[in-house]
């Protein structure tokens, strides 16, 4: 079967840094997503990764490695706004993506 | 209209009675999806299409229905509904199902069925 890993839930404080983590077992990769939902709204694109490494991108970079079926979101300089939770999900070989359930960031002043 | 906009935002509905949730987009993408949303649960697929005038099953299909007329528009029907299908619903569209510029998602629908 098909699944996608995420912790629950994480705290962390203000200015801080945090990492959270996916692993994936998929039938195929096309590639990984990482997005940002806040409570009550639609999720938003973060990220993509295809190859292995780390996509800078500001404060979200996002880490791949396929080999080992893991992901990282780094997020950096946390703010309040980055309360949230935020979905892992990796399109399969038949490009449809398949959904983590989400890490909920609590960020604590 | 900008990007992708969902109706209505909430219902109460009784079991048994018939729904449309609407969703329509102005982007020109060609895949569209209805995902619904549940509590320690990922994003589950109800059914997509890739184009105008093509859908297909996703991973929870069953008592929805799906049409697409036109690039823009694309329905989801449910034709009896049951509490099971309390849920927030989800309409993504995506510029190709290839993906890697992500999916662009509604504001979502909540629904409750009694």
């Known amino acids: 079967g098909q699944n996608i890993d995420q912790p629950t839930e994480m705290t962390a404080t203000e200015g801080a840094i945090v990492q959270i983590n996916c692993t994936y077992q998929?039938?195929?990769?096309?590639?990984l997503f990482w997005y940002q939902q806040h409570a009550g709204e639609a999720p938003t694109f973060l990220s993509y990764?295809?190859l292995d490494g780390l996509e800078e991108k500001g404060r979200f970079s996002s880490f791949l490695s396929r080999s080992k079926g893991y992901s990282y979101l780094p997020l950096k300089e946390l703010q309040m706004k980055d309360s949230a939770s935020y979905l892992c999900a990796v399109l399969d070989s038949n490009y449809q993506l398949i959904w983590g359930a989400g890490t909920k960031l609590i960020i604590k002043p | 209209i900008a990007g992708i906009t969902q109706a209505p935002t909430s219902q109460i509905l009784a079991a048994g009675r018939r729904m449309t949730l609407r969703c329509t987009q102005d982007m020109r993408h060609n895949a569209m999806y209805w995902y619904r949303q549940d509590l320690g649960l990922g994003l589950r697929l109800i059914h997509y299409s890739n184009t105008a005038g093509t859908t297909g099953k996703g991973e929870v299909p069953d008592g929805y229905s799906v049409s697409r007329a036109n690039t823009d528009d694309f329905p989801l029907t449910l034709a009896s509904a049951v509490p099971s299908q309390t849920s927030v619903y989800f309409c993504?569209?995506?510029?190709?199902?290839?993906?890697?510029?992500?999916?662009?998602f509604g504001p979502g629908t909540r629904l409750t069925v009694l």
């Open positions: 990764n295809v």
């Open positions: 998929t039938s195929g990769f096309n590639g």
């Open positions: 993504a569209s995506s510029d190709s199902t290839s993906g890697a510029q992500g999916q662009f």
